[in-house]
């Protein structure tokens, strides 16, 4: 028998011969032609020197739009056969810098470009035990490193999820939104009730949903809900000559041995501009703080309060259920019928109306708008905290702007929608999406996702992302354990931070033996990810920013000393350690272009 045939092939049990040749030589001219084919990063030296920055976070979002959504190429990095790509994971982990992961630092020299990608060494083939490697996976896997600036101004940075997760529209969009906004600006009469929120609106932005309307809130003991004549789309799309009584609404609280409790609540008429209803409430607990800085609410007061948390929530019940169905108006309402723990369904809300000038998901405040839309100042009485007459008055006064000039007053032209919302129009069909995140992303950058999963630690990130790689074809995730241990992230207070106070310097920064365990775990949280994904699938790491806790510092320490003048401090109450100079001034500028400093790696995992 000939060797080569031999070799190749095998006897069955009848002793004849089965060549495999031609099998194998059809397989290896597919492997041949799926190699030609595989996706690949090139980035684009020129392109980027003509930059005046280094590649935003906003280049980042596109660069996954064109991979997972057809949109335009990018210019400053090359994508050979894009359209190959099956899968892209995109990661978000803050607190890898080029210290921890053995780059060398970005050049300070005049005649050096800070914004051309580096190239990252290979890992050392062995080292002693005693030495830390940072993130081997990082050196191993990809081969540049590319500068990235986060988005903000020259004293603040802003946020790096909103600049990734939010997009402009493209031009075939903002075109049929004005078609649609002039068809029903045209169809519709100067009536509030065209601004009544959504089923949709609701749930995504928090509210306690009445179960007439969704299976979403399972109200608590103690919770109630307004009762209505007929629960059908007249509830929420009323005839707009069919206006009901509209009730402007703040409330008050106070921080009691059991949390947050009702404190004082202001209902307003919106036609005639009549306080109905301005009741404190007597608390259930102790007191321990009375928030008076941003209530208004003093001990002097609320000790002469006479009615319960229950006799207000009744009676405001009553005026809600009346026939027909009564509006209530307010500023980030949901957290008004939490404090009530009522359920309502016609809401309007200012801070969904009206546009944060950044655009979405951020909300506008209302002192902000109130300035800028009727054009004067409110909550400005210093330590004497808000009153909820001044900002139920304040939300009625902005409505009936918005009614009197159109739908498109009190909207910056931005244009801007999520991701998701882009992904969904895309030509190939409908992408499956999946944020995996810390927290409850389901109510902010997640919203519009096919999935969101809600994680407590980067375990349950890491199981999250491989659960859902096989459903989907764009992921999300973000670890933060390593951004965590180096001191970045700050966990949220019940109360905000009371700008008059000096803030404490930052806590030094842990050493790179203290970090090994948390970056042994990253590297093996990555390895494992990595061996989840398919081939062909667009890995995406950036960092998003450096460390933002001396830049926070010092904008705690501006807005002590601006709070500080708002009061009427003369310079000798402030102090020196009090003051705001020009040098710090332009040490804050500094420390806000460091802070704005990321680190972005591309590859696609080979067949």
Known sequence: MDPAVEESGMQDEQGWTKVEKRKAKKQKKSDTKLGATTPKFMYAKGEILKRRDAVGINDVREL??????????????????????????????????????GLPPLPTSATTNPNI????????????????????????TFTYACPTRAPGDQTRMHSVLNAFF???????????????????????????MRYLLTTEQMIENGYPMPSYLAETF?????????????????????????????????CEMCMT?????????????????????????KPGKAVVDYLTRWSGITEEALSKATATFEEVQSHILSVLSATPTPV?????????????????????????????????????????LTKKWCGREIQNRGEGGHDPEEDARACLDLLKKKVENGPGFGE??????????????ARNGGIKTAVVDHGNPSAWHGQKATTCVACKNDDEVLSGLTDSIESHQFLFGRFTALADARGWITAKSDTPPDPALIPAPPAPEPTMAELGPI??????????????????????????????????????????????????????????????????????????EKAKRGLLFLGIKGL
């Open 64 to 101: 996954v739009l064109h991979l997972a959504a057809d949109g335009p190429p990018p210019s400053w990095v090359r994508v050979e056969n894009p359209r190959s790509v099956t899968k892209v994971v995109a990661l978000l982990i803050p607190g890898l810098t080029s210290d921890v992961l």
């Open 117 to 140: 990608p580096i190239a990252v060494p290979l890992p050392p083939v062995q080292l002693p035990e005693d030495v830390l490697t940072g993130v081997p996976f990082i050196s191993s």
């Open 166 to 192: 939010q997009s402009p529209v493209t031009g075939e969009e903002k075109k049929r939104r004005l078609t649609e906004r002039l068809t029903s600006e045209r169809a519709q009469d100067k009536s509030p």
């Open 218 to 250: 399972e109200k608590p003991e103690g919770w109630v809900e307004t009762k209505v004549a007929a629960a059908d789309e007249s509830l929420l799309s009323p005839q707009s000559s069919d206006v009901p009584r509209i009730y402007a609404m703040d």
């Open 257 to 281: 041995e059991e949390g947050k409790q009702l404190a004082r609540v202001c209902l307003i008429d919106y036609k005639s501009g009549i306080v109905l209803y301005d009741q404190l409430v």
């Open 328 to 368: 209530l108006l307010g500023h980030s309402l949901e957290s008004d019928l939490n404090a009530l723990k009522i359920c309502h369904p016609r809401c309007i809300d200012t801070a969904i109306i009206f546009h944060h000038p950044r655009g979405r998901p951020l909300k506008p405040g209302l002192a902000w």
């Open 412 to 425: 910056f032209k931005v244009d801007m929608e999520s991701i998701f919302e882009r992904m969904s129009r």
């Open 519 to 592: 970056l042994s775990t990253l590297d093996e949280q990555l390895r494992r990810l990595y061996a989840a994904l398919p081939p062909r699938t667009a890995l995406i790491i950036f960092t998003g920013h450096s460390d933002p806790r001396r830049m926070a510092e010092l904008n705690a320490r501006k807005l002590a000393f601006e709070s500080a003048l708002r009061m009427g401090k003369s310079a000798e109450e402030i102090g020196k350690e009090g003051r705001w100079t020009s040098a710090d001034g332009r040490e804050l500028e500094e420390e806000v």
